[in-house]
């Protein structure tokens, strides 16, 4: 049985062997643009944004993709004891953030006001929500923010930075910070093997 099969094997095999192999002689034109001129991967047949950012995660038409950004950080803007006034240092801040508002006309922001623990707390909420109302009137009256695109909300002390009873810890805790949110113009980066984040 083994030995039937073998040469069956062998037969079809040289049937097989017995067709001429044909070769295309003319080349086929290439009709449409191979390249990937921007090295986005998508070619430039389908390309409809040229000079993609390298890097970005793109559609697929080689567009890029933005996403909706969330971003939380601490404008520095510190305050003496008992006090809501801005400082004029407390400015060049404020305008970073403002120019960034400004660039970004879909993006809002919520200014926090905090407190440190010295006092009462009811008062400390009153005082962390004037802070808020300071930094948040600064961007509408002296930068031009629209009123719409800035919340103000005190937190009194209950959100302290640090939690101890020195002047370092109060010092830092009676702040002011500043949640940006909305969907501006941030381009969506591809991940790598070489990507930190």
């Known amino acids: 049985m083994k030995k039937t099969i073998a040469i069956l ?13 044909v070769t295309m002689q003319e080349t ?16 430039k047949a389908r390309e409809k944004c040229d ?7 793109v559609d697929n038409d080689g567009c890029p993709k933005d996403k909706t950004v969330k971003q939380s950080f601490r404008l520095n803007v510190t305050f003496p004891n008992d006090s ?17 508002l400004n660039d970004q006309k879909e993006a809002s922001v919520v ?5 440190s623990k010295v006092g009462n707390p009811d008062y400390n909420l009153t005082l962390s ?7 948040a009137q600064a961007l509408i009256n002296d930068f031009g923010i629209a009123p719409s695109r800035v919340e103000a909300i005190g937190f009194g002390d ?3 930075l640090i939690n101890e009873d ?26 790598t093997i070489f990507t930190v984040d």
């Open 51 to 57: 000079e993609t950012l390298v890097g970005a995660a």
């Open 84 to 100: 809501s006034d801005l400082r004029p240092s407390n400015y060049a801040k404020l305008e970073q953030l403002a120019d960034f």
């Open 28 to 43: 086929s034109p290439q009709l449409n643009d191979l390249r990937d001129l921007d090295y986005d991967g998508v070619i």
């Open 129 to 135: 929500q004037q802070r808020a109302d300071a930094v």
């Open 158 to 160: 209950t959100e302290p």
């Open 9 to 21: 094997s062998v037969l079809l095999l040289a049937g097989c062997s017995s067709q001429d192999i």
């Open 166 to 191: 020195s002047d370092y810890a109060h010092d830092v805790n009676r702040r002011v910070m500043a949640t940006l949110s909305g969907n501006y113009s941030t381009t969506d980066m591809r991940w």
């Open 111 to 115: 200014i926090e006001g905090h407190a």
